[in-house]
């Protein structure tokens, strides 16, 4: 019989008021004339060249690795426990020593990774959870790629990528032939997954509302011991994500059929023994949000070309409509005339940080980007909520985001409510320079998941950022 004292533990039992909620709480400095901004490497792209290193008999280096988001370590952290060989070096090309950390940071100083892969069949099962941290990318991937195995695998994430819904995942494998097994209720996380994947001719899977299925089975591919093909159901949303993993394939020795769904085994191979990872194009519309907030130039350091923008083009096609405009890599203010309306089909991410751009602008509509809902949190309805803590009003309808133009950002009262979202962090971050009063927002590491430097960053030009531990009740 169990202790009397093993109960199971409520933040609110006799009395308790709840937990200390991690935050940052901004002073912003009005001083501000200008700032230079560094995009963190791209994510997506990051993850699945490492997946594809991690199948290959071939080693890789990733350059322009420095400052590499949550998502991409999670991702590393995740190949190293199936037996992938991954080694950070300095900016002269020398390894960094080896020092232990639970989570796999890599070291100060990290500016490359050597990945050495273990071939298509010889990734090992590993010995304890694979945890994916934030990332729904990497998650599915790993879910894909796990198939594989004769033993049961268990992946997990953190608290939003297990509120986040794995149906689709979850019933794809399922119709290969591998187990598996949940618990109840509102998380889909810890999942057990029990293979091998066994042979069949079609799979089915619903790209309504992420590409990142069609991702997985793809980057999966190279173990498999047959061929298949792969029908997508609905309307596909953020297509240049599911393009890019297609093209990487194809550009590693797949056969060309993979672009319309027919998978085969191959063995991924490397025309050029390294490749550097672009600026991430979705981090460029804080800069943009900066610019706008602190009426300053920004100067970006390194721009993705469009080919790399992965959808979020959309942003610098649209500057002058956001009341911005571009010099070389320096962005700066001008006037937004009219209105305007933004397509965010296959650049949903934009959606907040947008929605801002267009409240201190001249307004407009955000459409396109329903599939929005389905992210880390719900960024549709999350984005009125967050502006609207800020001052700025907008409303979520039948799809559409509606934002007045001409508004000012209001001090906010109380703690900025984020939703464990770190792009809704961010756009938080920013919207706090332009505060007539510090602004307290929950979440002090969120924005780690894909832009580590950005507390640092703001540091630099005299904002006080200050980590606390702040008291709900």
Avoid at 259 to 271: A, E, Y
Avoid at 317 to 337: P, Q
Wanted: negative net charge; charged residues 15%; hydrophobic residues 40%.
């Amino acid at each position: 019989m169990a202790r009397a004292w093993v109960k199971r533990w409520s933040p609110h039992r006799n009395g308790g008021k709840g937990s200390f909620v991690p935050a940052l709480n901004i002073t912003s400095n009005a001083a501000i004339e200008s700032m230079t901004w560094k995009l963190p490497p791209s994510k997506s792209h990051a993850i699945r060249w490492l997946a594809l290193a991690a199948q290959s008999n071939q080693p890789l280096r990733l350059h322009n690795m420095a400052a590499a988001g949550q998502d991409i370590v999670s991702m590393r952290r995740c190949l190293r426990q199936l037996g992938v060989r991954i080694t950070d070096l300095d900016a002269s090309g020398h390894p960094i020593p080896v020092e232990s950390n639970h989570d796999d940071q890599p070291p100060i100083g990290t500016v490359s990774w050597d990945v050495v892969g273990a071939g298509p069949h010889g990734l090992r099962a590993p010995v304890s959870v694979l945890h994916a941290g934030n990332s729904g990318t990497a998650l599915r991937i790993l879910m894909a790629m796990c198939a594989r195995f004769d033993v049961p695998i268990m992946v997990d994430g953190d608290a939003s990528l297990r509120s986040r819904n794995h149906d689709v995942m979850v019933s794809a494998l399922e119709a290969l032939g591998v187990t598996a097994s949940r618990g109840v209720g509102v998380e889909g996380l810890p999942l057990l997954l029990q293979g091998p994947w066994k042979p069949t001719e079609d799979l089915s899977l619903d790209v309504s509302t992420s590409s990142q299925p069609t991702t997985a089975f793809c980057l999966a591919a190279p173990a498999l011991t047959f061929e298949v093909k792969v029908n997508s159901v609905g309307d596909g949303v953020s297509l240049r994500h599911s393009d890019l993993s297609k093209d990487l394939c194809v550009q590693t020795g797949a056969n060309e059929a993979l672009r319309d769904g027919h998978l085969q085994p191959w063995t991924p191979t490397f025309k050029e023994s390294s490749v550097s990872m672009p600026p991430d194009a979705s981090m460029l519309a804080f800069a943009c949000l900066a610019a706008k907030v602190c009426q300053i130039s920004v100067h970006v350091d390194a721009l993705p070309t469009t080919e790399e923008a992965l959808g979020h083009e959309v942003l610098m096609a649209h500057l002058g409509d956001l009341g911005l405009k571009l010099d070389g890599n320096t962005i700066g203010v001008s006037e937004a005339s009219s209105s305007v309306s933004l397509n965010l089909k296959h650049g949903n991410d934009l959606i907040t940080p947008v929605a801002a751009l267009l409240a201190l602008g001249a307004g407009g509509t955000i459409v396109g980007a329903e599939h929005a809902a389905f992210k880390e949190t719900d960024r549709t309805n999350g984005t009125v909520a967050l502006l609207a803590q800020f001052g700025l009003k907008s409303t979520y309808e039948n799809g559409r985001l509606i934002v007045p133009g001409g508004q000012t950002i209001v001090g906010p009262s109380g703690l900025v409510e984020t939703y464990g979202d770190h792009r809704m962090q961010m756009t938080a971050l920013v919207l706090a320079m332009g505060s007539p009063t510090p602004v307290l927002i929950e979440g002090d590491l969120l924005h780690e998941v894909a832009d580590p430097e950005a507390i640092a960053r703001w540091e630099a030009v005299g904002v006080n950022v200050e980590r606390v531990l702040h008291q709900p009740w």
